[in-house]
C-alpha cells in the first residue's frame, strides 16, 4: 500500500487550492460584466428618477401658480356679480316705485263714480291731450 507522502497531499492541496483560485477568479470575471450592467441600471434608474422628479416639481409649480391665479380671477368675478346684482336690484326698486306712482296716479280714473257720470280726467293727463285732435277728428 502506498500510503500518501506529505509531500504529495500539499501538492494536491495546492493544485485543488489553485484550481479553486481560478474558479474564483472565472466567476469574479463573470459577474464584473452583470456589475456594470447593475451600475449602468442603477445610474439610470437615478437619472430618471431625477429627471421625473424635476419634471414633477416644474409641473406642481405650473399647476398652483395657475390655481392661484384661477382663484384671484374667480374672486374678482364674485366681486363684479355681487357689485351687478345690487345695481340691478337698486334698478327694480325705482321701476317698482315708478309703477307705484303711475299706479297712484291712475287709481282716480279706475274707480266707479257713485253718480255714474265719468270723471273728467285728472289735470296732470288733461294737460297732455292736444286740443286741435278733437278738431282733427271732425275734419275741420
Not at 16 to 26: C, T, Y
Request: charged fraction near 30%.
Amino acid at each position: 500500500m502506498n500510503a500518501p507522502t506529505p509531500e504529495t497531499t500539499s501538492e494536491r492541496l495546492l493544485a485543488a487550492q489553485s484550481d479553486v483560485n481560478v474558479e474564483i477568479n472565472k466567476s469574479a470575471e463573470q459577474e464584473k460584466p452583470f456589475a456594470q450592467i447593475d451600475n449602468n441600471a442603477k445610474q439610470k434608474i437615478e437619472f430618471d428618477a431625477d429627471r421625473i422628479r424635476s419634471s414633477i416639481a416644474r409641473l406642481t409649480s405650473n399647476s398652483i401658480g395657475e390655481l392661484e391665479g384661477l382663484a384671484s380671477e374667480l374672486q374678482k368675478l364674485d366681486a363684479f356679480l355681487r357689485s351687478e346684482t345690487e345695481r340691478v336690484q337698486r334698478e327694480i326698486e325705482n321701476v317698482m316705485a315708478g309703477i307705484k306712482i303711475i299706479i297712484d296716479a291712475i287709481a282716480p280714473w279706475k274707480q266707479p263714480s257713485a253718480a255714474g257720470a265719468v270723471r273728467p280726467a285728472p289735470a296732470s293727463a288733461r294737460s297732455h291731450t292736444s286740443i286741435g285732435l278733437g278738431d282733427a277728428r271732425r275734419g275741420r
